[in-house]
């Protein structure tokens, strides 16, 4: 009964209240080898201090105490302090408030964020705490019903970049439609997006469905996860049509208008805003065999391979093996290409980028990955009109019904305007 009171309820708490709750210390360092962010300072338009879902303790607390608890968490998954650079990881946090955790759940990346994309991860223990952590980019994707024993309320809290191929939205489809069939609730702690001002790209078609694009949503949904829970339930995209008994713990102080920057990277290989705000664009070469940053300091931020036109593309790199980058592609070779750290392209899906680089192959056939492009595309048509020679104004053209479309369904899912 209590999560129907509390569902899609924001609740009056000022952050520092729950600061005093929050006992731990920590000073903001991400561990285990991960690299800090580079310049990723928060930014409203607001006056108000943003407060994410997870730093609203007084709010959900009540809801976990003599519980068993899951959560599904990473490096981000975090309660700030006063200082935004200052924070505890909410594992700890919950631990040091006697909150009783059976398990964590750990997406793409693992719970300390350390593996490389698309990394099989295994069960293991935490180090740090000696909790359980099941793999949910293992074997399987989805808690299997064993997984789930002993647990009586759910908690999941990652930070998202609002793009369909980021894989946390498709974990969440798995986490909610297994709460749904074990009839145990969910707590969704929310967090901004930080490309929540737009919407673009593709809509997928359901026979492209993979992990990588599980529903028929534009490439750039503008929504937070607890707007895109919303959707899932009530769009009935969970097997069977079964729905999960979810509560979200709404952002404070936030509207989709606003920039956000991110305090902690939300993935080993997007290290700061400008690889957040190419990401929707420059991912797309994930499906192609141009390498977009990996194996440098600089992911997201530049694109390249041998086989471009050295006359047409004076940018030159060698990817190596890094952090979240164990065999990036063309490893050691030398790739031509270019240099997007300082573009100021904002709020939309680019293809420029992507169409130079086809039309400036010195092997074509080199280019796309087929299968793995349409995954990224959510279509099969975007590689034909590539190839095609469509320009970018007609093939965006191209998107706006699906983009229409989606935007009349999403409104009935806003928590913010």
């Not at 407060?51 to 959900?60: D, H, K, L, P």
């Not at 065999?289 to 300091?297: S, V």
Request: proline content about 6%; some cysteine.
């Amino acid at each position: 009964m209590w999560f129907n009171v509390l569902k899609n309820t924001v609740f009056p708490i000022t952050i520092g209240i729950v600061l005093v709750l929050i006992s731990c210390g920590n000073t903001g360092k991400t561990g285990d080898g991960i690299p800090k962010t580079q310049n990723l300072t928060p930014k409203t338009q607001d006056p108000r201090p943003i407060a994410v879902g997870a730093n609203q303790t007084e709010t959900y607390i009540s809801l976990l105490k003599g519980k068993r608890i899951g959560i599904v968490a990473n490096p981000t998954s975090v309660i700030f302090k006063a200082n935004i650079k200052n924070y505890t990881h909410l594992v700890d946090s919950l631990l040091a408030l006697k909150i009783k955790i059976s398990k964590v759940f750990s997406p793409e990346h693992g719970f300390r964020g350390t593996a490389d994309a698309g990394e099989l991860i295994n069960d293991s223990k935490d180090a740090k705490t000696g909790l359980s952590i099941v793999s949910l980019h293992g074997e399987h994707r989805k808690p299997k019903l064993e997984d789930l024993a002993n647990i009586d309320v759910m908690v999941f809290d990652l930070q998202d970049v609002g793009v369909r191929f980021y894989t946390y939205i498709s974990t969440l489809h798995y986490v909610m439609e297994a709460c749904a069939e074990a009839k145990i609730p969910l707590i969704i702690l929310d967090r901004p997006n930080p490309n929540g001002s737009y919407i673009d790209g593709p809509t997928l078609e359901i026979e492209n469905q993979s992990f990588l694009g599980m529903h028929p949503i534009p490439l750039v949904h503008g929504m937070t996860i607890g707007e895109y829970a919303k959707m899932i339930n009530g769009e009935t995209w969970l097997k069977n049509g079964v729905q999960c008994q979810m509560t979200v713990i709404p952002v404070k102080n936030y509207n989709h208008s606003m920039p956000y920057s991110l305090p902690i990277r939300p993935s080993p290989n997007l290290p700061n805003d400008q690889s957040i705000r190419l990401y929707p664009s420059l991912g797309l070469f994930e499906g192609t065999d141009i390498n977009a940053g990996r194996g440098t300091e600089f992911q997201f931020q530049r694109y390249g391979a041998p086989f471009l036109d050295k006359k047409v593309f004076n940018f030159t790199y060698t990817p190596v093996e890094n952090f979240g980058a164990k065999n990036p592609k063309h490893k050691g070779k030398l790739c031509y290409g270019e240099d997007l750290k300082n573009d100021k392209t904002t709020n939309q899906v680019s293809l420029k980028w992507l169409i130079k680089a086809y039309n400036n192959a010195t092997d074509k056939s080199k280019v796309f990955n087929t299968a793995n492009f349409t995954k990224h595309a959510g279509t099969d048509k975007l590689q034909k009109q590539i190839e095609a020679g469509l320009t970018e104004e007609q093939i965006k053209a191209t998107w706006q019904k699906g983009i229409e479309t989606f935007k009349n369904t999403r409104k009935k899912y806003l928590i913010y305007k």
